[in-house]
């Protein structure tokens, strides 16, 4: 099986970093090819920086049908393009906001989630309404760093969210926490040590849950919304 994993902004050490976390929890015979959006923002901070990543992350989707992938990872938290990406694939595909926070839905009554910059909250929160798991959202937060910082080592960028989560536990009475960057994918071990909740990474999630849907000949349904574009 092969799975196509997008990291949908201009930074391949990002992509990298992503998908070895996939990899790290790949079931056997599942390929994971990880492309970057080539020509894309380098990070993706807000909705402009969101609406210029779609046409390289659509080119990808449109190349890993061709080559027959099982299914796509959309590895960028404020899920871009997912309509649109789906109407071109025949297998699932899913953003890891989508399946991080419904997969906190499943192990707890509540949950905040943490992300980089003050600007993506908004973002996140309308995510939450459109996924329906607002009601059990508890708060939306940002450790105010930039997404990049995450790529710099002595940033202190993993201590920020570390210190978030904890604010999030003592103030928001969520009981899980759910990490709203792609690029946070490596801490996710370190922050449940560091905090004693469950901190879901929607990386790994998402990729399970595509694995999951095609393992059981489950894809993306063509009949109407998610059909074929239109030849024009
Ligand atoms: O908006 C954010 O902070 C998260 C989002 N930006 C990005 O370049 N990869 C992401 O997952």
Known sequence: MKILLVNP????????????????VAGPGVEI????GEGSPASIE???????SVPALLRHVREGEQEGVAGVVVACFDDPGIGACRELATGPVIGIAEAAMKAATMLATSF?????????????????RRYGVDHQCRKVRSASIPVLAL?????????????????????????AIVLGCAGMADLTDWLSRETGVPVID????????????AAVSLG?????????????
């Open 112 to 128: 905040s989630v943490v992300t980089t910059l003050p600007r993506s909250v908004p973002v996140i929160e309308e995510l939450a």
């Open 202 to 213: 929607g990386v790994t999630v998402a990729l399970k849950f595509v694995e999951g849907l």
């Open 151 to 175: 790529e710099e080592e002595g940033s202190g960028a993993r201590e920020k969210v570390r210190d978030e989560i904890l604010r999030a536990i003592r103030e928001d009475n969520c009981e």
């Open 9 to 24: 902004n201009a930074t391949a050490s990002m992509t990298d970093k992503i998908a070895a976390s996939a990899r790290r």
């Open 46 to 52: 807000g909705h402009y920086d969101e609406a210029m």
């Open 220 to 232: 993306t349904s063509k009949i109407c919304a998610y059909a074929q574009p239109n030849q024009k």
């Open 33 to 36: 090819i990880a492309r970057t």
